[in-house]
Nanobody
Framework: QVQLVESGGGLVQPGGSLRLSCAASSSSFGIDTMGWYRQAPGKQRELVATITSGGDINYRDSVKGRFSISRDNAKNMVYLQMSTLKPEDTAVYYC?????????WGQGTQVTVSS
């Protein structure tokens, strides 16, 4: 089974930047989608950004222009560069991999945006 491990979370001031990384244990992804979800206290988990093995990218509207997702297929890594962070970005961020017919989740990394 594929394992996903996130890193890079932490406390950052509003307007600051943070880069999240996710390492996948699989060395051969095939056709897949990787991305990031987040869940704030008392709220449902929501999609943040996705990137396919072919490089197609989608963002939720609230992060467009501020977040950038990328992947390194050779290293089995996916990244989320977050800038101009807002308090409403505070959440646990989860890496995910969807490779038919399975979906895999990381353990989550806390991002707190506060002054």
């Amino acid at each position: 089974q594929v394992q996903l491990v996130e890193s890079g979370g932490g406390l950052v001031q509003p307007g600051g930047s943070l880069r999240l990384s996710c390492a996948a244990s699989s060395s051969s992804f095939g056709i897949d989608t990787m991305g990031w979800y987040r869940q704030a206290p008392g709220k449902q988990r929501e999609l943040v950004a996705t990137i396919t093995s072919g490089g197609d990218i989608n963002y939720r509207d609230s992060v467009k222009g501020r977040f950038s997702i990328s992947r390194d297929n050779a290293k089995n890594m996916v990244y989320l560069q977050m800038s101009t962070l807002k308090p409403e970005d505070t959440a646990v961020y989860y890496c995910y991999l969807r490779r038919w017919p399975n979906t895999y989740w990381g353990q989550g990394t806390q991002v707190t945006v506060s002054s």
